[in-house]
């Protein structure tokens, strides 16, 4: 049984299309390398010999496959830039007086976490600040 389909119109081919495109996108930004390589190898292997692919669409798909790699080695040097700059805050508080931007709550800094919303810091009476605008050191 053929499954393929051979009177699609203009309209509906460009909206599936571009469906799939965002679809892929979606997709793409999940992907690590070497689940790419795996589907590229795969799509070569099993290709039609007597219709290969495109050489504009394999440069198109090894294009995408570059800026989502470079897009995943910015994002790990961005969190990592984040947790030095977390982790020189944290000590630069420790023993210190802080105030919330509302004034409602101070004490002094006991320690302090990273979390992934910021720096959190415990107060000696077991009250926990996030740092975050606003608040005051002193």
């Given at each position: 049984m053929d499954v393929t389909s051979t009177g699609a119109t203009s309209g509906t081919n460009t909206g599936t299309t571009a469906a799939a495109a965002k679809a892929a996108t979606s997709v793409a930004s999940k992907m690590s390398a070497d689940t790419f390589l795996q589907l590229l190898m795969a799509q070569l292997q099993?290709?039609?010999p007597t219709k290969p692919m495109d050489s504009?669409?394999?440069?198109?798909?090894?294009?995408?496959?570059?800026?989502?790699?470079q897009a995943t080695k910015t994002n790990q040097k961005l969190d990592s830039l984040l947790a030095s700059s977390f982790l020189n805050q944290a000590d630069a508080i420790i023993g210190r007086s802080i105030t919330s931007a509302d004034g409602l709550t101070t004490g002094t800094v006991q320690s302090?976490?990273?979390?992934?919303?910021?720096?959190?810091?415990?107060?000696?009476?077991?009250?926990?600040?996030?740092?975050?605008?606003?608040?005051?050191?002193?």
């Open positions: 099993n290709q039609d504009t669409e394999y440069v198109g798909q090894l294009a995408s496959f570059s800026q989502v790699e302090v976490r990273v979390t992934g919303d910021g720096v959190m810091a415990k107060l000696t009476d077991g009250r926990e600040m996030l740092l975050a605008s606003g608040i005051s050191i002193s």
